[in-house]
Antibody, heavy 121, light 112 residues
Framework: EVQLVESGGGLVKPGGSLRLSCAASGLTFSHAWMIWVRQAPGKGLEWVGRIKSDTDGGTTDYAAPVRGRFTISRDDSKNTLYLQMNSLKTEDTAVYYC????????????WGQGALVTVSS | DIVMIQSPDSLAVSLGERATINCKSTQSVFYNTDNKNYLAWYQQKPGQPPKLLLYWASTRESGVPDRFSGSGSGTDFTLTISSLQAEDVAVYYCQQYYTTQWTFGQGTKLEI
């Protein structure tokens, strides 16, 4: 069974930094393209970004609101995904979900329970 | 980026009745090379992560009741719940995974 467990959330001041982690188990993590999705309180889902597997180049893509401030990385030796968030703004307050989905050969889809990040002075 | 627009924003349907949610994308999410629409539907209940209902626009995820169905192609899609049950109260999202930056619709809140 695939499990994704986020950690590292908390309260941070505007302009500050925070790093989220997502510990993955039950999947071949090194082959997985991993995703971060966030949800502001009472709002909808927002795709944050994705990192490809190292075998597929290990490249990252980001949504426009976080590009240049957030960095997704991975440590395949620890089966862990990271989200480094810098220059945080109040509008970055959200639950951040770790998401794994694969579309081939079969479609699979797993989510963590989320980590709450609150940006407030 | 592709913008996904859902309608309505909220919907109240009686138990046993049909619920229909629409999703429109600002550009086609249909890939000619594999003949697939790169669109998924999710259900989210309070305090829970999203749950995948449908992918490739109309393929039901394992374990999802057959009262849930998806249709459409290109830029216009529909999620239909044929006979609403109490446990279907949730927010529903469409999502495109056609482009490099995936995007969600704003969500539709479904109530009894």
């Amino acid at each position: 069974e695939v499990q994704l467990v986020e950690s590292g959330g908390g309260l941070v001041k505007p302009g500050g930094s925070l790093r989220l982690s997502c510990a993955a188990s039950g999947l071949t993590f090194s082959h997985a393209w991993m995703i971060w999705v966030r949800q502001a309180p009472g709002k909808g889902l927002e795709w944050v970004g994705r990192i490809k597997s190292d075998t597929d180049g290990g490249t990252t893509d980001y949504a426009a609101p976080v590009r240049g401030r957030f960095t997704i990385s991975r440590d395949d030796s620890k089966n862990t995904l990271y989200l480094q968030m810098n220059s945080l703004k109040t509008e970055d307050t959200a639950v951040y979900y770790c998401h794994f989905t694969s579309h081939a050969p079969v479609f699979i889809d797993y989510w963590g329970q989320g980590a709450l990040v609150t940006v407030s002075s | 980026d592709i913008v996904m627009i859902q309608s309505p924003d909220s919907l109240a349907v009686s138990l046993g009745e049909r619920a229909t949610i629409n999703c429109k994308s600002t550009q086609s999410v249909f890939y000619n090379t594999d003949n697939k629409n790169y669109l998924a539907w999710y259900q989210q209940k309070p305090g829970q992560p999203p749950k995948l209902l449908l992918y490739w626009a109309s393929t039901r995820e394992s374990g999802v009741p057959d009262r849930f169905s998806g249709s459409g192609s290109g830029t216009d899609f529909t999620l239909t719940i044929s006979s609403l049950q109490a446990e279907d109260v949730a927010v529903y999202y469409c999502q495109q995974y056609y482009t490099t930056q995936w995007t969600f619709g704003q969500g539709t809140k479904l109530e009894i």
